[in-house]
């Protein structure tokens, strides 16, 4: 994120300024997958969820741009305040997003596949290789834990 950057080069001798900031994200995060996720999923649905969790991640991000804006960051703690509260928004927002889309996910995985499926996901987030060395990587090196045969020639792109 890049409120945490610019608070920091704002308040370079201020602490617990960019310190206060940066945890109300995860604040919304913990509020988001503890409370938000579950009671949304129950009023509105998984696929309204999703659709207000990017609409709360915008209006949070939106939010804290308008509130530096118009407070400004002459007083480090009337900044802090308005855009601590608003910070909580995004995290919030993230946990309705992820939590939804990846119980899609697994639900539309045959449940032989879905510890395969959750460790592909997590292992490829954290991988730094092009799409062609992550083309089939699973069916190539593990061809009888999909029921298929590798592909001798690396996919075509468009």
């Known amino acids: 994120m890049i409120v945490p950057v610019l608070v920091a080069q704002r308040y370079p001798e201020q602490t617990w300024v960019p310190s206060i900031v940066e945890s109300a ?30 609409a709360v991640l915008g ?47 697994l639900l539309a995985t045959p449940s032989s596949h879905r510890n395969r499926m959750v460790a592909t ?6 991988l730094d290789l092009t799409d062609e060395q992550l083309d089939d990587i699973y069916l190539r090196k593990f061809p009888h834990a999909f029921g298929g045969e590798p592909h001798e020639t690396a996919t075509a792109r468009i």
């Open 59 to 105: 209006a949070g991000f939106v939010g804290t741009g308008l509130v530096a804006m118009a407070v400004g960051f002459g007083d480090a703690l009337v900044f802090t305040a308005a855009s601590a509260l608003l910070l909580a928004l995004p995290g919030a927002g993230l946990c309705m997003i992820t939590t939804n889309t990846g119980t899609v996910r």
């Open 25 to 54: 994200f995860a604040v919304g995060l913990f509020v988001g997958s503890a409370v938000l996720v579950g009671l949304s999923d129950r009023l509105f649905g998984r696929r309204r969820t999703v659709l207000a969790g990017f």
């Open 121 to 126: 996901w997590v292992l490829t987030a954290f």
